[in-house]
């Protein structure tokens, strides 16, 4: 359980971060079953030149894999993760609600930034990309490997689940216009969180984040879930609801 300071942290600020949360050892096998399933390249997966981020690979035909995809149903591994009872009581308390559910449509993957080809990831809303009744998700992130500012960790203006930021703040592709002056008084405030084996960040799906790419000689990875209240649902016939969900 975490305490009332918390849950005012992550309701005034979009995030709470929870040192330690899974141990060294668990993420190590977390982490060589990832290593393995990109080794393998077992589908499904996306390709960071699918994207056409910035800082990607300018070859479509490069076949560097930035997305591990549909974790839970992958390996008991993983599932375990998702149902870590830790894990859903953070997310409970946070959303107020006795029953939860994990989304299979959204996240619900293993984030990979590889030195040789990583994109830079614009600032944006998850839910921008998403279709609920009720705009509040909370996503987990669980770091396998030690994230900083040299390979590519989160940067997160705090308190941006808040805004109501219009929609021409936004480009085509729904990320944040950097060089509009109102978004540049924003973007002053982004903070980049850095994480240790086994540290996690929760976060609103509100919340204005980017990544900046992988400069090290070693491969990031991280584990990505979403998760809603029983009380919300997607909205039919959008990519929100292609997958049944899991009731937790």
Not at 17 to 27: A, D, E, N, Y
Not at 120 to 138: A, E, G, P
Not at 156 to 174: M, R, V
């Amino acid at each position: 359980m975490i305490s009332k300071k918390d849950l005012y942290f992550f309701y005034e600020n979009g995030y709470l971060i929870k040192r330690k949360l899974f141990s060294f050892q668990q993420c190590s096998k977390l982490k060589n079953k990832s290593k393995d399933i990109l080794d393998k390249r077992i589908t499904p997966y996306e390709l960071e030149a699918e994207l056409n981020y910035p800082d990607g690979p300018i070859d479509r035909s490069n076949n560097t894999i930035r997305r591990i995809k549909h974790i839970y149903a992958r390996d008991q591994l993983f599932s375990d993760v998702a149902s870590d009872q830790n894990v859903i009581n953070i997310i409970k308390q946070i959303l107020d609600t006795k029953s939860l559910i994990l989304s299979q449509n959204h996240h619900n993957c293993i984030m990979t930034k590889q030195p040789q080809f990583s994109s830079r990831t614009d600032w944006h809303q998850d839910i921008r990309y998403w279709s609920f009744f009720d705009n509040n998700l909370v996503s987990f992130w669980l770091a396998l490997t030690i994230e900083n500012k040299m390979n590519g960790s989160l940067n997160i203006i705090p308190g941006s689940h808040l805004l109501d930021i219009s929609k021409k703040n936004f480009d085509a592709l729904l990320f944040l216009k950097s060089e509009d002056d109102q978004n540049k008084e924003l973007l002053k405030k982004s903070i980049s969180v850095e994480l240790e084996i086994g540290d996690a960040i929760f976060f609103h799906c509100n919340l204005l984040h980017s990544a900046l790419s992988n400069r090290t000689k070693e491969t990031k990875y991280s584990i990505v879930f979403t998760y809603y209240s029983n009380l919300n649902q997607p909205r039919k016939n959008t990519r929100s609801a292609i997958l049944e969900d899991i009731k937790l």
